[in-house]
Structure formats: C-alpha cells, structure tokens
C-alpha cells in the first residue's frame, strides 16, 4: 500500500490519509468542500461545496495522472436529501458518458458543519 498525499487538495482533519493505493486501486477519502489554502468550508452555498469537494478530489487524482474518469464508485453524503437536485447538477458537469456506481445518502451530520462529503474509488488503467 502507499499514501497519496495532494499540497492542492486539504490536509486530513484526523488520522486518515487523503487516499490509499493498493495495486491498480486508488481510495480518497471522503473530501469535505473545503479550500486547501484556508482549510476552511469554501461557503454556505452547497452547489460550491459540491464542486470544492470535486476539485479537492481531482487534485488527489492528479498525484497518480488520473482523472475523474478513472473514478469506478463515488459515495456522496448529504446532510440534507434536499440538496440532491443540486449536487447532482454539479457532479454530472464532472462526470460523463460512463458513469461510476454510485451511492447517495442523508447523514445527520458532516465534519465542519459541510453539507455535503464525497468520496470516490478510482482505478489506474
């Protein structure tokens, strides 16, 4: 296994790594909408925090010359399903044509006061 380590995405908020590798396998960790200079929540808005939270992905993707079409599952968390309409425009203006599996779940509650969180699994073809 090696660590995955983006200066362009934020540095882990706890005892976790920003991805793993193991063979052709890439796992990021859930990626809050956070700005990696500030290390704080980009805004309120959750269509920005959506598009943070892809950008922070694609910059650890980057360590590894992979895209977002590398991305085989994505796990979306939301503190509110209400925001679904709105987070899904933004992924699917990052995610075309073959899409990855994908998961979408309300959580009560996501570190920093984000609403919402975005993990993917890629793979190195």
Do not use: W
Not at 80 to 98: G, K, L, R
Not at 101 to 107: D, F, G, L, M, S
């Amino acid at each position: 296994m090696q660590v995955i380590f983006s200066e362009n995405a934020p540095k882990a908020i706890g005892p976790y790594s920003q991805a793993m590798q193991t063979g052709n396998l890439i796992f990021v960790s859930g990626q809050l909408p956070v700005v990696p200079e500030t290390m704080t929540v980009i805004s309120a808005d959750v269509a920005e925090q959506a598009e943070q939270s892809i950008q922070n992905i694609k910059a650890i993707l980057a360590t590894r010359d992979l895209t977002l079409n590398n991305v085989v599952k994505a796990s979306v968390f939301l503190s509110d399903m209400a925001d679904f309409a709105a987070v899904n425009a933004v992924y699917s203006e990052h995610f075309n044509e073959i899409y990855p599996a994908r998961t979408c779940v309300q959580v009560a509650r996501l570190p920093m006061e984000a609403k919402v969180e975005i993990e993917v699994i890629a793979e190195i073809a």
